[in-house]
């Protein structure tokens, strides 16, 4: 069965600080991954979504980026944080002929303090 | 105007109660509608998806697509208290992206 691992759960980090959230998939290859925010109370937001090794695709402009160095490892990054930066971040992911069937993470909690 | 709406609630209902949880929508060309759980500081849980308009079921839970009035509701029968949860929409057309509802945060009562 297929499994997701995404960590830490939870992150405190001085403003200005860098960034590193790392995301594996386990029992599927070639999947789609996504990294989204959510905030308090709020819907969930897409940052990012690659289809493949290499390629990431941008949905909202922010000091953040991402990387997909191997198939089933994606990372969330950035070289200096901010405070609006604080939120609950979620990778997932989905299979090519399945995209629209999306599978989470248990999500990390950034606080930027 | 957003394109998926959703009542953030809180909807409290007594326990065993019959629970129905909507979102409406804007973009006609949705093909996909999907509804997830997300209990306190977790992700996301798929619950159901379903495929164009009809109804689909899955033991207590029901979902219902209606795209001529661009309508989609989840029913909950004999509501749990471990049902207590954020309920979120989602839907998406052919591609990679879903569009989100902001979830409606449900209360059983014991």
């Known amino acids: 069965s297929q499994t997701i691992h995404q960590w830490p759960a939870t992150l405190v980090q001085p403003v200005g600080s860098p960034l590193s959230l790392e995301c594996t998939v386990e029992?599927?290859?070639?999947?789609?991954l996504y990294w989204y925010r959510q905030a308090a109370g709020r819907g969930l937001q897409l940052l990012f979504y690659s289809v493949g090794i290499g390629q990431i695709s941008s949905e909202v402009p922010q000091n953040l980026s991402a990387s997909r160095p191997q198939d089933r490892q994606f990372i969330l990054s950035s070289k200096k944080l901010l405070l609006s930066d604080s939120g609950f971040y979620l990778c997932a992911w989905s299979s090519g002929h399945e995209a629209f069937a999306t599978n989470f993470g248990s999500g990390t909690r950034l606080t930027v303090v | 105007q957003k394109e998926v709406e959703q009542d953030p609630g809180p909807l409290s209902v007594p326990e065993g109660a019959i629970v129905s949880l909507n979102c409406t929508y804007s973009n006609s060309a949705f093909q996909y509608f999907m509804w997830y759980r997300q209990y306190s500081r977790k992700g996301p849980e798929l619950l159901m998806y379903t495929y164009s308009s009809g109804n689909k079921e899955d033991g207590r839970f029901t979902a219902q697509v209606d795209k001529s009035s661009k309508y989609i509701s989840l029913f909950i029968r004999d509501s749990q208290p471990s049902d207590s949860a954020t309920y979120l929409c989602?839907?998406?057309?052919?591609?990679?992206?879903?569009?989100w509802g902001a979830g409606t945060k449900l209360i059983i009562k014991p």
């Open positions: 029992g599927t290859s070639n999947p789609n």
């Open positions: 989602a839907m998406s057309g052919n591609n990679y992206q879903l569009i």
